[in-house]
């Protein structure tokens, strides 16, 4: 007798058919081949099938995939995931008396799921998703170690949860409930969020009425950035971080600066030794920071520039104050200051110095 089900023997795909009562009447070479501790097909049925091929968490719906499609003589699919984490597209076709079960690796939703696992879940940097209620609904692995807790002790909660947990802290909830509503609200964020002494680059998307982030320490390039604009004998700002200021500064507001010139101390350097031009340089520095008021730059070639907050009310009381306290310091005879007060409108050619300095 010629099998009706010949046909199907040797195509690449796992078929199966399935009769009424849920026994295989049927397996194709391929799908033998996915079984390969049973011997006996005869006596198979779809249930056990399904958890020898590592759907067992999906048996409910496929069985009554089965079901619907015996119903309704329509044709269905369904992805599923198996045990080992590879999607697979179940097709079911009616047949007359019996139900064909294909079942196909779906290589483009693996290979999503891989890309997935390299990009997102193993990344280095933290990355999450809040659903539109603002609790979390993905984090990745980055993101669990970190705050040494299971994906399922975060899952659901709230950023306020997570305070209360005690795994953020007030403030850190505060900049993320001001970045997630900038994001809801503008469609995007981008900014810097500090955790304790860490900084982190944070982006964030809305992505279905959610946010989406990624957010990247960025601790040691923001510390290495700093060194390479502080000055190291006087661990004030230098001339790259004032060039900076200036840049950001409003055209249309005038500011004012106090610029103290040391004016030979080119010469000390030469006749008196590096050591001690430096040390002329720190008691001078020393002086500057007592001046809560001013923020106080080192320009090599030029002294110190304080930055007002805002102008005296008497620039000229203010000077005189300042030459005062100036002149009781205990800076080197040798060591000729000269104090001059500029402002941005008044100086404009000194400023494009600086910023080309």
């Not at 070479?29 to 779809?46: C, G, M, V, Y």
């Not at 940097?125 to 539109?132: A, N, S």
């Amino acid at each position: 007798m010629v099998n009706p089900y010949q046909l199907y023997e040797f195509l690449s795909h796992a078929l199966l058919v399935v009769s009424p009562d849920g026994r295989c009447d049927y397996l194709n070479r391929e799908a033998k081949r996915l079984l390969p501790t049973i011997h006996d097909f005869s006596q198979l049925t779809f249930d056990e099938i399904i958890g020898h091929f590592g759907f067992s968490a999906d048996r409910e719906h496929l069985t009554k995939l089965i079901a619907i499609t015996f119903h309704t003589q329509q044709r269905k699919e369904l992805t599923l995931k198996d045990r080992n984490g590879q999607f697979a597209t179940v097709n079911t076709i009616p047949l007359e008396g019996a139900v064909l079960v294909e079942f196909g690796v779906n290589t483009q939703l693996s290979r999503w799921r891989d890309i997935f696992k390299f990009v997102v879940e193993d990344s280095e940097d933290m990355i999450f998703y809040k659903g539109k209620d603002l609790t979390y609904e993905y984090v990745n692995k980055a993101y669990t170690d970190y705050y040494n807790l299971s994906p399922r002790e975060i899952l659901s909660s709230s950023d306020v949860d997570l305070v209360n947990m005690g795994v953020l802290s007030p403030v850190l909830q505060y900049q993320c409930q001001q970045s997630d509503e900038e994001a809801l609200k503008n469609g995007c964020f981008s900014g810097i969020e500090v955790c304790g002494d860490r900084y982190y680059q944070a982006v964030k998307r809305r992505i279905n009425d959610g946010v989406f982030c990624i957010s990247r320490d960025i601790t040691e390039d923001i510390r290495l950035r700093q060194e390479t604009e502080r000055d190291l004998v006087t661990g004030l700002q230098n001339e790259q971080s004032l060039a900076k200021v200036i840049k950001s500064l409003s055209k249309e507001k005038e500011h004012h600066f106090i610029v103290i010139y040391l004016e030979n101390l080119g010469q000390i350097s030469k006749s008196k030794g590096i050591t001690y031009s430096r040390q002329c340089i720190q008691q001078v520095s020393h002086f500057v920071r007592e001046y809560s008021e001013l923020l106080f730059f080192y320009v090599e070639g030029i002294g110190f520039i304080g930055l007002f907050d805002k102008m005296p009310k008497n620039p000229d009381h203010f000077y005189h104050h300042f030459m005062e306290k100036l002149h009781q310091q205990h800076v080197p005879s040798q060591l000729e200051i000269s104090v001059m007060l500029k402002s941005t409108q008044s100086d404009p050619e000194f400023f494009q110095f600086i910023k080309k300095h």
